[in-house]
């Protein structure tokens, strides 16, 4: 059974900083990409930022300059450095990690969640 441990978030002020982290246990194949997803109440859930297997790490540009994303391929871990934060960016955010097993099998594995507020 592999599963996505999440650590980080609450609430801090406006120009405050977080640090969100997630790793993956358990048994798998090969793990691809890593990412940190958020979703607002009342909204669709978007892409924060992403790592591949293939070594790239990005953020979209709603984050970029403020958020950092970075991945531990030897603990299977990731790391989102949000600095400068904004009420805008006030979420639910969640990891997720595409993971393969053996014969071709594969599956998207999601973290509970951890809520981000950001206080104005």
């Known amino acids: 059974q592999v599963q996505l441990v999440e650590s980080g978030g609450g609430s801090v002020q406006s120009g405050g900083s977080l640090r969100l982290s997630c790793k993956l246990t358990g048994t798998f194949r090969a793990l691809y990409d890593m990412a940190w997803y958020r979703q607002a109440p009342g909204k669709q859930r978007e892409l924060v930022g992403v790592?591949?297997?293939?070594?790239?790490?990005t953020v979209v540009d709603a984050v970029k300059g403020r958020f950092t994303i970075a991945r531990d391929y030897a603990q299977n871990t990731i790391e989102l450095k949000m600095d400068n934060l904004k009420p805008e960016d006030t979420a639910a955010y969640s990891c997720y990690a595409e993971v393969w097993f053996w014969y071709g099998k594969s599956d998207d594995i999601w973290g509970q969640g951890t809520q981000v507020t950001v206080l104005a």
């Open positions: 790592t591949t297997g293939a070594g790239t790490a």
